[in-house]
């Protein structure tokens, strides 16, 4: 009964992999606190280590936003036996919309909805800064009640 999850976790990560492998990332300018920014078009495959984890999937733009499905998992040998199945994440964000994804260890991503839901940006970064950012995106009305 085990073989069934571990199968479907080894499929999905073969399948972002490859996609990875077509269809590289176009890099985008680098924002003055994070570590670094890459922007993403639509069905283009993401994939990111982060701390302990490991994160991989894509987005599609769907009435007018982004739509985003990452599958997270920790991060192993990937000739090894999985003792843990992977947790998928859905998003549906609306332009210059942020969510972010924390390790424990401090490494984090923001994930951005860019102009139109025509592109997806990920930060790669130290999380109080990531954090910081993703305040500043937020509507003044719910900045102020934090």
């Known amino acids: 009964m085990l073989r069934r999850p571990i199968s479907i976790s ?7 992999a490859s996609l990875w492998a077509l269809a590289p990332a176009a890099s985008g ?12 078009l639509p069905i283009q495959s993401i994939s990111y280590e982060f701390g302990s984890k490991f994160m991989s999937g894509y ?14 998992t920790e991060k192993s040998d990937p000739e090894a036996v999985l003792p843990v199945t992977a947790a998928r994440v859905r998003l549906a964000l609306n332009p210059g919309q942020i969510a ?4 424990v260890e401090g490494r984090s991503l923001n994930v951005t909805c860019g102009k139109d839901a025509a592109t997806l940006l990920v930060d790669v ?10 305040a500043l995106a937020l509507p003044d009305e719910i900045a102020k009640a934090r």
Do not use: H, W
């Open 100 to 103: 972010g994804l924390d390790s």
């Open 59 to 72: 987005f599609v733009q769907q009435a007018a936003t982004c739509s985003v499905a990452l599958m997270i």
């Open 29 to 40: 300018a680098s924002l003055g606190p994070t570590e670094s920014q890459t922007q993403y």
């Open 125 to 134: 970064g130290e999380r109080d800064k990531l954090v910081a950012n993703q």
């Open 10 to 16: 080894i499929f999905a990560g073969a399948v972002a």
